[in-house]
């Protein structure tokens, strides 16, 4: 019998500007079941680092929950992220957007000296430690960099973001719209989505060259 494959999607909450972006992590979610695999979706019940007007772009006073933010996508079936366990996935996949660097890390504030939540970081190093592969989208390759080290992997083009890359002692490979890097020897897959000028129609395909790459990876 043929095991059912299972991927692992971790969130940072909703909306591009506080949150995760929610075109690529729908886009994540149907190219993950349009190749028949299965996943799980989590997310740190965690308050926000910052609540954003997606119209003004203005800092709101309102506190919100990263998991409880991160519901909105997931149509309310998802887990926090403390209940995890590489055990049970083949793979984990990391889409973009602000949370990223607010929520699952300190990157938004610190750059290179940022500090990635414990449950994060604990999901990527086990994920690494068993050679499973780890997929990342837009901005989410930093927080692998800061875990991982000596890596391959993008973001794009953005020239202050590969800096702070390489000062956390990995690669950065320039890419255009619909690119990925592959890091064959570490089995993680980027992909920068809208860290470029993109439209919707390359985002996808990004994500579903980045999906079928994680997919060539699983042992």
Sequence with gaps: MIKQLKFAVIL????????????????????I????????????DIVQDSVI??????ESNE??????ESARIARGKIL??????????????????????????????ENYNCKVNNEVAKAIFEMNKSGKPIGALCI?????????GNIKITTGQDINTANNIKKMGAIHENTSNCEIVI??????????CYMLDSSIVQ?????????????????
């Excluded at 992220?81 to 949370?99: H, M, T, V, Y």
């Design 33 to 44: 079941k349009k190749n028949n695999i299965d996943y799980e979706i989590f997310a740190p």
């Design 63 to 68: 506190k919100r929950n990263v998991l409880v």
């Design 80 to 109: 926090p992220l403390s209940q995890f366990d590489s055990n049970k996935f083949d793979a984990i996949i990391f889409p973009g957007g602000f949370g990223v660097a607010k929520n699952l890390s300190t990157y938004a504030k």
């Design 183 to 192: 890091d064959l020897k570490n089995k993680i897959v980027t992909s920068p």
């Design 203 to 219: 985002i996808a395909e990004g994500i579903e060259n980045a999906i079928k790459a994680v997919i060539k990876l699983i042992k």
């Design 12 to 31: 940072s909450g909703c909306g591009v500007f506080d949150g995760s972006e929610i075109h690529e992590a729908t886009l994540t979610l149907l190219y």
């Design 140 to 148: 989410a390759p930093v927080i692998l960099a800061k875990i991982l």
């Design 53 to 58: 007007n997606h119209i003004t772009g203005k």
